[in-house]
């Protein structure tokens, strides 16, 4: 009990919570626990125990193992996981993007590293922040620093992450566009 409201510890709460919701926020749910230290990696085994022999449990099992804490925010992991569903799983998430110079650009969500000339980054931009004039022109100039610094770039929005299909012809046609 804390302040009179029964809690149970972060483990218990995402065996319970992550089969309630669509695979998607399932996802978003253990990859913010990790993110904000509420778990642990070593902690997502007792997680799927906790969920054993309840309905959802596979689900849960299954999310685990795609779980990262390196996804930044519920969008990240909405982009990401019709990426791992269509087996083109980014390389990397928070990836430095670095100039000619070595001096960082920026953190990319994800990338695509392996069989590339070029990096491809995927950048998810979420609409409350990313809407606004000046969030916007910064990730316009984001944009070509990271253009400049001999990297490809894909940007999904919330709208996006609700058509898994069109993330996953975006992220191969793009993929497709420079192999090494």
Same mark, same amino acid.
């Given at each position: ?18 089969? /309630? ?5 399932? $996802?978003?749910?253990? =990859?913010? @626990?990790?993110?904000?230290? &509420?778990?642990? #990696? ?55 993007? /670095? ?5 960082? $650009?920026?953190?990319? =969500?994800? @990338?695509?590293?392996?069989? &590339?000339?070029? #990096? ?61």
């Amino acid at each position: 009990m804390v302040g009179g409201f029964r809690m149970t510890i972060p483990q218990r709460t995402l065996a319970d919570s992550v089969p /309630l919701f669509d695979r998607a926020t399932g $996802l978003s749910l253990l =990859d913010s @626990a990790l993110n904000l230290e &509420r778990i642990y #990696p070593e902690d997502l085994a007792t997680v799927c125990e906790l969920a054993k022999g309840r309905r959802g449990a596979p689900k849960v099992r299954e999310l685990a193992q795609y779980a990262d804490g390196r996804a930044a925010s519920p969008l990240e992991s909405r982009v990401r996981l019709p990426c791992i569903d269509g087996n083109i799983p980014p390389d990397e998430l928070q990836w430095p993007v /670095l100039d000619v110079n070595g001096v960082l $650009l920026g953190y990319a =969500d994800m @990338a695509w590293l392996k069989n &590339r000339r070029r #990096p491809l980054v995927g950048e998810a931009d979420g609409e409350d922040e990313h809407g606004k004039p000046k969030p916007l022109y910064r990730d316009r100039r984001r944009g070509n620093d990271f253009t400049g610094a001999a990297v490809d770039t894909v940007r999904f929005t919330w709208l996006d992450s609700k058509s898994p299909a069109y993330i996953q012809s975006t992220v191969r046609r793009a993929l497709a566009a420079d192999v090494a």
